[in-house]
Each structure stands twice: as structure tokens, then as C-alpha cells.
């Protein structure tokens, strides 16, 4: 189903504006133009953005990315970067004081994100928000008895915020909050409920799980009683989704799983309840150790209401873009 392929990792795309990464620059679209911009770094973080093989291994790369404001809002490595799109200069940087996250919320002028890192010792989790006008931080609320935060989402149809953590099954848990401040356990309990993304619609919300110890579904949640259905079996732990006017879309990952032995990562499409898998992408031969799991990320961003981009990684078409 793919109609166009674009070289590097699409980061960012609504009906004005793209954001693309190749390498060690940034590509701005916008209004029929374009603009590069060089990421800032030190030697190493510019040895693995020039060379891939090299930038998984270190985990150098780009993983979230905003337009707000004629500024680019960059998480590189473990950094967020501010880039001024009129001159070029890098306005902010800041070393993240966790691991990168795994998802990263924006909703209105602030940036949220839960802290994702290995935590053996089960110390407290906490939110994050960064103000995009004043470039300030704040830790509004932190979580025990989990190992992590997989993501925090802005529900428009409830008008509040969900988040999802992990992995051991009494820390899977889906979770709301009106202001981030505090929340609330709404289903969990298992690895059924281990979720990374979710999407919204009126009536229902949208999972996948992410368990290589279990075989892995796509779910749908009826908000009004909050009955899970299986849509779908997949192949692999799902860890990313995307929605446009008439579709919802999930990428699987390849993983090292007994449970979940396929090599492919896998992109499915659900429309009016029905799912199918339309694209699939061999993982590479490199080590899932040291050069990360298969996988294909989403980018943030409105779109256009009708198209999508993915990028595969860790693919044997690792960082080229697609558009269905």
C-alpha cells in the first residue's frame, strides 16, 4: 500500500508543516521551501547521526519532534533542543535527568512525558512538564509501585489525560487524570493491559499490548463500561499507533521472545472495526542487544487527515519513510 518512500525518519507532519531528520541535520517543509538546520552535539552525538549502524548502537538519534512557534522542539539523545527556524541558532539545551522517553505529550503550549527507564529498585516515577513560552520545567506529580512510564496522552473526546505504565502485570495499568497532578487507576492488573499507545476515538480507546512473554493482540476499550475486545492478533509486542480521519494504524516490533518469534515488523490498519495488516519489514541481522529492536515509528503531528508516514528501524529498509 505504500505510495511514497522518502529518505530519513519523518518526525513531524501536519497539513503545513514536516519535520525530517537525515543524519546530523533537521529539514523544515514548509509553504513550498525548505530550511536544514545542523543538531548540536559533541563529537560522538555527530559520529552516530552521520553513520547509522553507529547511532543505534549508541543510541544517538532523533526520537521526538515538534513545530511550535517558528521553533523546532528536538529530543536527541538524551537532550531537548530548541531550534530558532528564522536564523538557525540553537535557542535552548537541556539534559534530560532519565532515560529518553518513550512517548512524549504536547498539548497546548506544554510538553509532557513520564520517565522510562530500567528501575530495578521500583523508585518513584515521575511526569514532567515543559513550558514552551518560558522554557521551565516542573515535576507535577511522580508514580510508585511501577518500573516505568510508557506514555502520556491528551484525550480531546473526555477532555483529560491518560497514561500507561509497565511491565510486571501489577504495574500494567491504564490510567486517567484530569490534570496530571494526580491519577487514577481505570483497568490493569495483567499483560493484557501492558500498553504503550493509545489512540482515541468518541466511543472507544485503542491499544495494543506489549508483552514478550505473552502472545500480543490489538484491543479496543468501550469508555462506557470498559470491556476490553480483542480486534486482532499481531506479531510482536505493538509499542506505536497513529490516527487519521478514517483509519488507525499500529506498528509491532521485533523483539528478543520466545512467545513472539516473528521477524517482521508489522504495520495494521483498523477501520470501522475491522483490521488488516498492510505492510510488513524484515528485521536487519544486527544484534537486538546492541543495535535495538525492530520496530517503525509514527510521527507526532495532525497530519493531514488522510495520509500517514512510518519509519522502519532496524530494518533491512531501516530509516527510509513511507507514506499510505
Given at each position: 500500500m505504500e505510495s511514497?518512500?522518502?529518505?530519513?525518519?519523518i518526525l513531524y507532519f501536519d497539513k503545513k508543516n514536516l519535520i525530517k531528520a537525515v543524519g546530523n541535520t533537521i529539514t523544515l517543509f514548509n509553504e513550498n521551501k525548505s530550511n536544514t538546520f545542523d543538531i548540536p552535539g559533541n563529537f560522538l552525538h555527530s559520529l552516530g547521526r552521520r553513520f547509522a549502524i553507529i547511532g543505534r548502537l549508541l543510541r544517538s538519534s532523533c526520537h521526538h519532534a515538534f513545530y511550535y512557534g517558528e521553533k523546532i522542539i528536538l529530543f536527541v539523545d538524551k537532550r531537548l533542543i530548541i531550534i530558532d527556524?528564522?536564523?538557525?541558532?540553537?535557542?535552548?539545551?537541556?539534559?534530560?535527568?532519565?532515560s529518553r522517553p518513550l512517548v512524549v505529550c504536547n498539548y497546548k503550549n506544554k510538553i509532557y512525558y513520564g520517565e522510562?527507564?530500567?528501575?530495578?529498585?521500583?523508585?518513584?516515577?515521575?511526569?514532567?512538564s515543559f513550558d514552551l513560552n518560558s522554557f521551565s520545567w516542573s515535576c507535577v506529580s511522580q508514580i510508585s509501585d511501577i518500573r516505568h512510564i510508557h506514555g502520556i496522552f491528551f484525550d480531546p473526546y473526555e477532555d483529560l489525560f491518560w497514561m500507561t505504565t509497565g511491565d510486571l502485570d501489577s504495574e500494567c495499568f491504564i490510567w486517567k487524570s484530569k490534570d496530571l497532578s494526580s491519577f487514577e487507576k481505570v483497568i490493569g492488573g495483567s499483560q493484557k493491559y501492558r500498553a504503550v499507545h493509545l489512540i482515541f476515538s468518541e466511543n472507544s480507546i485503542y491499544y495494543g499490548s506489549d508483552s514478550p512473554s505473552e502472545k500480543n493482540y490489538l484491543y479496543r476499550l468501550d469508555r462506557r463500561n470498559l470491556k476490553t475486545t480483542i480486534i486482532t492478533q499481531v506479531g510482536g509486542s505493538v509499542f506505536y499507533g497513529y490516527k487519521t480521519q478514517y483509519r488507525i494504524y499500529f506498528s509491532?516490533?521485533?523483539?528478543p521472545s520466545y512467545v513472539n518469534p516473528n521477524p517482521f515488523v508489522e504495520i495494521w490498519s483498523i477501520c470501522n472495526g475491522e483490521a488488516k495488516k498492510i505492510s510488513v519489514h524484515k528485521k536487519d541481522f544486527f544484534s537486538?542487544?546492541?543495535?535495538?529492536?525492530?520496530?517503525?515509528?509514527?510521527?507526532?503531528g495532525a497530519g493531514d487527515g488522510?495520509?500517514?508516514?512510518?519509519?522502519?528501524?532496524?530494518?533491512?529498509?531501516?530509516?527510509?519513510?513511507?507514506?499510505?
Open positions: 511514497e518512500t522518502v529518505n530519513g525518519r527556524t528564522v536564523n538557525g541558532n540553537c535557542l535552548y539545551e537541556f539534559r534530560l535527568t532519565s522510562y527507564f530500567t528501575n530495578p529498585l521500583r523508585l518513584p516515577v515521575k511526569v514532567w509491532t516490533a521485533v523483539e537486538m542487544k546492541y543495535f535495538q529492536y525492530g520496530q517503525a515509528f509514527f510521527p507526532y488522510e495520509s500517514v508516514y512510518f519509519t522502519p528501524f532496524s530494518t533491512v529498509d531501516h530509516l527510509t519513510s513511507y507514506r499510505i
